[in-house]
């Protein structure tokens, strides 16, 4: 029985030069080489070191930016327990630097966002930034949790509804921090959710009902505070501040928010609610 040739890319050099193959015609032509047009690269890079099981939080972080030129997010992941508690977030704290280093490596940040709320509380603000900095030292760390205190300090908001998504207990991290800011608490109402897988698929219309309640239910309130990068609020703040008329302030706008004015940029961005004009 007659068989056919093997093809050519399944014979070893020795079996090709035997059929009779120059070393031309085995390396094909030389490259050309072309002048490469490379942008200036003149905006702003911002890293962000989100929760591995997280499917919300960047793209809430990037919405709140979007009206925003010239502004790119490159973001890496830090391991997280499926479950949320007070204990699995203050583990993360070991993972951090190593996170930080996978942030677009030889490349100038601007600011680095740690994406996780009720981490930053568990962790200590100090910690997550000192765990940053051993990776990528002198590039500012921001989190969403003072960007909160801050955001609600510029509205002139010192009494507040808090709505969070959380255990009780991983709840209590977030009032605990406004309470030592000078921000006093007068509601508290959470969905009781143990883990992003939840936490994520809570939707706008949910929130956005959830927020008018709170407020309703909270005479003398001056702001409403959702917590938790994994709720998706891009597309809630504005229609609960038209709904009750006060500012509502959110984890992912705060940490926007600050990372804009942390860079020196007041752009004023119109549909993102009160903080943002």
């Known amino acids: 029985m007659h068989s056919s040739p093997a093809p050519s890319c399944l014979l070893f050099p020795r079996q090709r030069e035997e059929d009779g193959m120059s070393s031309e015609e ?9 002048p490469a047009g490379l ?46 508690t007070p204990d699995s977030l203050a583990a993360m704290r070991e993972h951090l630097a190593e996170a930080a280093a996978r ?13 996780c709320t009720s981490g930053t509380a568990a962790i200590g603000i100090e910690a997550v930034r000192a765990a940053i900095g051993e990776a990528r030292p002198g590039v500012p760390v921001h989190t969403p949790i003072e960007a909160g205190a801050k955001a609600l300090e510029a509205l002139g908001a010192r009494r507040i509804a808090l709505l969070a998504p959380y255990l009780e207990a991983t709840g209590g991290l977030i009032a605990d921090y406004f309470e030592a800011q000078g921000i006093e608490v007068l509601s508290r109402a959470t969905f009781a959710l143990d883990g992003d897988r939840q936490m994520n698929r809570v939707t706008p219309a949910c929130l956005i009902e959830a927020g008018r309640g709170c ?26 501040e038209d709904a009750t008329g006060l500012p509502v302030v959110t984890s992912n706008q705060a940490l926007a928010w600050d990372v804009l004015r942390g860079c020196g940029d007041m752009t004023k961005i119109e549909g993102r609610g009160r903080l943002f004009r």
């Open 26 to 34: 085995r390396s094909g032509p030389s490259w050309s080489r072309l």
């Open 39 to 84: 942008a200036p690269g003149d905006g702003l890079s911002v890293g962000m070191i989100a929760l591995a099981p997280d499917r919300v939080g960047v793209r809430d972080f990037e919405a709140f930016l979007a009206p925003v030129p010239d502004v790119a997010v490159f973001a890496t992941r830090v391991p997280m327990a499926d479950v949320v």
């Open 103 to 115: 942030l677009v490596p030889g490349s100038p940040l601007a600011a680095i966002a740690f994406s």
């Open 215 to 240: 407020i309703a239910a909270t005479p003398g309130a001056q702001a409403l505070f959702i917590s938790c990068t994994g709720l998706a609020t891009a597309q809630v703040v504005q229609s609960i």
